[in-house]
């Protein structure tokens, strides 16, 4: 009997020591760095943003821009985020965890807006997230591009 209770014990501690930690892994919240998925900087490293929950939504804000001085204004936006800086914008809206698990490209997200500061255009939005790599797809209509973007430790 004794040996049982150890043995339930061990396992319970075991799914919850490692449930947490896969948990953890996949949330949305962090610093990411985005990478350049287009143009002459395709590939290089283009800023760092971070993602943080607000009134049971994610929304995503510019922290850092690499490829451009800190500060950089938004030319290009629309409305109040006209000629606005970049560094410290709120680009990402209205995300929400979906409860969908896709096996290659993780945890979803979905329902919110994403806002291009090199353009200016807002998309509807899903991202999904495995370990370290989250992968953001903006759509207007049918037609959608995607990125991937990674962690900052």
């Known amino acids: 009997m004794k040996k049982y209770l150890m043995f339930i014990s061990i396992c319970v501690f075991a ?5 947490g930690t896969v948990k953890a892994e996949n949330e949305i919240t962090g610093i990411w760095k985005t990478v350049s998925d287009e143009g002459s900087d395709k590939g290089k490293a283009k800023s760092h943003v971070e993602i943080f929950e607000k009134d049971g939504a994610y929304i995503g804000k510019v922290i850092k821009l690499l490829l451009k001085p800190q500060d950089t204004l938004c030319d290009k936006c629309k409305g109040d985020l006209k000629n606005k800086p ?28 994403i806002m291009d500061p090199d353009n200016g255009k807002t998309y509807k939005c899903k991202m999904w997230v495995k370990g370290d790599v989250l992968t953001s797809r903006g759509y207007i209509g049918f037609l959608y591009r995607t990125q991937q973007w990674f962690r900052v430790k």
């Open 15 to 19: 799914v919850v020591l490692f449930g």
């Open 86 to 113: 970049v560094v410290g914008m709120i680009f990402l809206q209205d995300m929400k965890k979906t409860g969908k698990l896709d096996e290659e490209l993780g945890e979803e997200y979905a329902g919110g807006t």
